[in-house]
């Protein structure tokens, strides 16, 4: 494949980090903030990352094992979060070829509409299961994972911009 110009090759991402950033991704969402609808699913934007950029090691069955601990720690239907999560490794995993071509704010517009897609799955699935419906107001959270997705991008990428072998002409 033929990098872009100007495109810096990569590092390979460390499992440790992956881990980490999950698991601290999974723990913010855990925090008891009253549960406001237009508060943006980190995990979310987490997992869609980890699986258009490593979907070697985010899979399906990482989305499906994070949205039965999100489904419990909700106390809602169990397998909402689990099947929006799978779904949504699987299309950002199935776009990742396509889409690591563009520049985070591009990529940020294409993936607007599924977070879109997973948060109206999870209030479809709530809807039929209780009747309940939380208004208008949850769809200012695909919006806010959508303006948070280049910021995530940078900060993730750039443990795997260091050179391998860094000196004095190297610094970087």
């Known amino acids: 494949m033929i990098m872009p110009r100007g495109q810096q090759l990569l590092l390979p991402a460390n499992p440790l980090f992956i881990a980490a950033s999950l698991f601290l991704a999974l723990v913010v969402d855990m925090l008891p903030l009253g549960r406001i609808a237009w508060l943006p699913d980190l995990l979310v934007v987490l997992l869609a990352f980890w699986a258009m950029h490593q979907p070697q090691r985010v899979g399906m069955g990482v989305g499906f094992v994070l949205g039965l601990l999100?489904?419990?720690?909700?106390?809602?239907?169990?397998?909402?979060?689990?099947?929006?999560?799978?779904?949504?490794?699987?299309?950002?995993?199935?776009?990742?070829?396509?889409?690591?071509?563009?520049?985070?704010?591009?990529?940020?517009?294409?993936?607007?509409?599924?977070?879109?897609?997973?948060?109206?799955?999870?209030?479809?699935?709530?809807?039929?299961?209780?009747?309940?419906?939380?208004?208008?107001?949850?769809?200012?959270?695909?919006?806010?994972?959508?303006?948070?997705?280049?910021?995530?991008?940078?900060?993730?990428l750039a443990p795997q911009r260091r050179a391998p072998d860094s000196d004095e002409n190297r610094p970087l």
């Not at 779904?87 to 776009?95: D, I, N, S």
């Open 70 to 156: 999100m489904d419990v720690d909700r106390s809602s239907l169990l397998g909402q979060h689990a099947l929006a999560y799978t779904l949504l490794v699987f299309v950002a995993g199935a776009a990742a070829r396509r889409l690591t071509w563009f520049s985070s704010p591009v990529q940020a517009l294409h993936m607007l509409p599924l977070f879109a897609a997973v948060h109206a799955v999870q209030v479809l699935l709530r809807m039929a299961a209780n009747g309940s419906a939380p208004g208008w107001i949850f769809l200012v959270a695909p919006l806010v994972e959508a303006l948070l997705w280049p910021l995530v991008t940078r900060i993730l």
